[in-house]
């Protein structure tokens, strides 16, 4: 990666497992000149709306939302058929009483890709049905549900992303849905299926002034990221310690991992990822989601 002499980049990136392919050869290969700060989405995503950083990782929600980034080309974070790391459970239909959904404080691209999905299928069914009430569940942040503790809470139902989720779906896998009496949502599933198109959950962008300024920089940092991902998944002993740093944050089985960034998460950036961008937030700003509080 080619940077000027001195010239500091700070530059953001997403602290979740999902991410371990491409952030361990990021650290073990980065230049002097590139500074990286860790954070979850929702975090680095506050962070470029202060303009305390201008290029990174970022929700995908966030670059839509800001109208004013670059992206760089050839990278995301985006779901094959499914994702396995956002996931919706809930206890059905008919169980649905309260209105409220818990959420995790981590997301905007998956709390999103939520409430899309509530409007599109007609998901929520109780006091608040949006067939006849235009207005979405009550979404609250709580990241302390999980599949055990669902059916004794006031929620309806809980969203969870990223490590968390990868935890929760485990136990919830060692007691089955027939024993809890939940079903569950892979949220990059639901939107292939509706739309036949990977779901982009993240991306990596520049701010357009910043790209501008830096335009060889951030062509020399896009390659360079995109190497990151190559080695990260192909090179056989880097993905044996992406898969070992995984388990060991994470206590999970080994396999799991394997099959988690080889069948689910995609890291390209292709015609069909940008199309799907796209359409994201079409949907987004035909229903009035794009910018909408919790």
């Not at 919830?172 to 079903?183: A, E, I, S």
């Amino acid at each position: 990666m080619q940077v000027d002499r001195g010239s500091i980049i700070d530059f953001g990136q997403i602290d979740f497992v999902n991410c371990l392919p491409l952030a361990m050869p990021l650290m073990q290969y980065k230049p002097d000149q590139l500074r990286v700060h860790f954070a979850s989405p929702n975090d680095l995503n506050k962070r470029y709306a202060d303009k305390t950083l201008s290029v990174g990782a970022m929700s995908a929600y966030y670059y839509l939302l800001a109208d004013d980034f670059e992206l760089l080309p050839g990278i995301s974070i985006s779901s094959q058929k499914t994702v396995a790391s956002v996931l919706y459970f809930h206890k059905g239909r008919d169980q649905a009483k309260s209105g409220l959904v818990a959420v995790p404080r981590t997301s905007a691209s998956s709390i999103n890709l939520l409430r899309l999905m509530f409007v599109l299928d007609h998901f929520y069914r109780g006091p608040n049905d949006l067939d006849a009430n235009p207005d979405l569940p009550r979404l609250v942040i709580d990241d302390d549900i999980d599949a055990d503790t669902l059916g004794a809470s006031a929620y309806d139902g809980f969203l969870s992303i990223g490590d968390a989720a990868l935890l929760k779906d485990h136990a919830f896998k060692k007691k089955g849905d027939d024993h809890l009496g939940l079903t569950r949502v892979d949220l990059g599933q639901w939107w292939q299926e509706r739309f036949d198109l990977p779901m982009v959950f993240g991306v990596w962008a520049a701010r357009k002034d910043f790209a501008r300024v830096r335009q060889d920089e951030m062509q020399g940092l896009a390659r360079f990221l995109s190497d990151c991902i190559s080695w990260g998944l192909n090179d056989a002993t880097c993905f044996a310690r992406v898969k070992e740093e995984a388990q060991s944050r994470l206590k999970l089985p080994l396999t799991l991992f394997d099959d988690y960034y080889l069948h689910h998460l995609d890291f390209r950036l292709t015609d069909r990822h940008l199309a799907s961008i796209e359409l994201f937030g079409e949907q987004l700003r035909r229903y009035g989601l794009l910018g909408r509080p919790l």
